[in-house]
């Protein structure tokens, strides 16, 4: 067996002042792997040595003279014997390191007045910050910070994520629903959800009780847009839009909103460098569409095929805002698009109610009759809407854009729409 206890604090002292007087550090065993680094500096680090799976390893055991050479004979029995039991030391000091780092943290959290690691608010941040926010859009990950803020931290914030029960979430889930936002509060069941998802990935809880809730709240009221979705109907509604005697910008908006299915938003944002009269195209940039963030940075632009009708109103328009970045600036600035209340005020000055006709009505009223009356196959029609494919697999292979397709298909409604607005009572 190897000698060990072969130093002594005589022995020591005296190599300090030897590698003081030198400037040159020196190594001392005290056998068994235990080694003490002696610095010219008049420090010393007291280092084991081992071996594990035929490689060497180094494992700290503190500083000279904190760390005494008996101290640190102790140390190494210790950690000897701990190998001996199959413990794997570095691990075990990581694991400690972690933990203090840990506890400093949540000390300094504590003393900000913030809530700690482990409670429902500082896994909830952290989930938004590494999950939520980089999936989906600025403004979908805001307005998810802000219902937690505002309808969940109040109440949950401070609780350890591992000890909250269902009927505690349910509680605070209750307050949103008193309020009649049915919507909202299972939207905020979800985002929690996600949290508690998230908690039990990174081992800080261990179930979701979120998942326990699917029946505990009252369900969400299915809800359509309004829309006029028959040829009477619409024939009516190409006529009022066309005897409209307001702001013909916003004239111009209510006939294209029937002519190039673009979701509101998309429609009132509208720039002219979107628009390519020469090949009768208007191209929407992928970061305006509705889509995850990462389909935003990453996806394909939106080519919408503009028929004929949809060039000349915006050739007759471009006269009256090319002077502006937008197709339809605001009324009261050129540097910001029109209000997205501009569209829907127009129609409610034509007489139509939220319950008859929004601005978001114009896709389903072509949805509806593209199909039913053009027979345009759906994927054509899906397409041009901007829809996903529902199969996730699907978004991965199917990356057709039936562009020939759609832009036969957006022609014939707009021809539809001529020949329907003309056609005469009865007839």
Not at 188 to 207: L, N
Not at 284 to 302: F, I, L
Not at 409 to 417: G, I, V
Request: with cysteine; aromatic share 6%; charged share 30%.
């Amino acid at each position: 067996m190897p000698a060990t206890d072969l130093l002594t604090d005589k022995a020591i002292q005296a190599t300090f002042k030897a590698v003081t007087a030198a400037g040159k550090a020196r190594k001392l065993s005290d056998g068994a792997g235990l080694v003490l680094d002696v610095r010219p500096t008049g420090s010393g680090w007291w280092r084991l040595r081992f071996w594990r799976d035929g490689k060497e390893g180094m494992l700290s055991l503190g500083t000279y003279p904190d760390v005494t050479l008996k101290a640190a004979r102790r140390k190494r029995d210790e950690a000897r014997a701990a190998w001996a039991n199959g413990e794997d030391l570095s691990e075990r000091r990581k694991a400690e390191k972690a933990e203090r780092a840990r506890k400093r943290q949540a000390e300094d959290l504590e003393a900000a007045g913030l809530p700690g690691p482990g409670t429902f608010e500082f896994v909830a941040r952290e989930w938004l910050e590494i999950k939520h926010r980089p999936a989906v859009s600025e403004g979908h990950a805001k307005t998810t910070q802000t219902r937690l803020e505002k309808m969940v931290f109040p109440w949950l914030g401070r609780r350890p994520i591992g000890e909250i029960e269902p009927p505690e979430l349910l509680a605070c889930l209750r307050k949103i629903e008193a309020r009649g936002a049915l919507e909202t509060t299972h939207r905020v069941k979800d985002a929690c959800s996600q949290v508690f998802r998230f908690g039990v990935s990174i081992g800080v809880c261990a179930r979701n009780p979120a998942a326990d809730l699917r029946e505990a709240l009252k369900p969400v009221p299915v809800r359509h847009f309004a829309a006029v979705v028959d040829p009477d109907g619409t024939k009516k509604l190409l006529r009022d839009i066309a005897g409209y005697r307001g702001n013909p910008v916003t004239c111009a908006a209510l006939q294209l909103s029937a002519l190039l299915l673009l979701r509101p938003g998309e429609l009132r944002r509208m720039e002219w460098g979107w628009v390519d009269f020469g090949t009768s195209t208007l191209t929407v940039p992928s970061e305006m569409m509705k889509r995850r963030r990462y389909e935003k940075e990453h996806g394909p632009d939106h080519i919408v095929p503009l028929a004929p009708q949809a060039v000349a109103i915006l050739k007759e328009l471009h006269p009256l805002t090319e002077h502006s970045r937008y197709v339809f600036p605001s009324l009261l600035t050129r540097e910001k698009p029109m209000s997205d209340n501009t569209v829907r005020s127009a129609l409610r000055r034509l007489g139509y109610g939220n319950d008859e006709m929004t601005a978001h009505g114009f896709r389903a009223m072509a949805r509806t009759l593209i199909a039913e009356e053009l027979e345009v196959a759906p994927e054509v029609i899906e397409a041009q809407l901007a829809h996903q494919v529902s199969d996730p697999l699907g978004r991965a292979y199917n990356r057709t854009q039936y562009l020939a397709q759609r832009r036969e298909m957006m022609t014939k409604w707009a021809d539809y729409l001529d020949q329907l607005q003309c056609t005469t009572e009865g007839s």
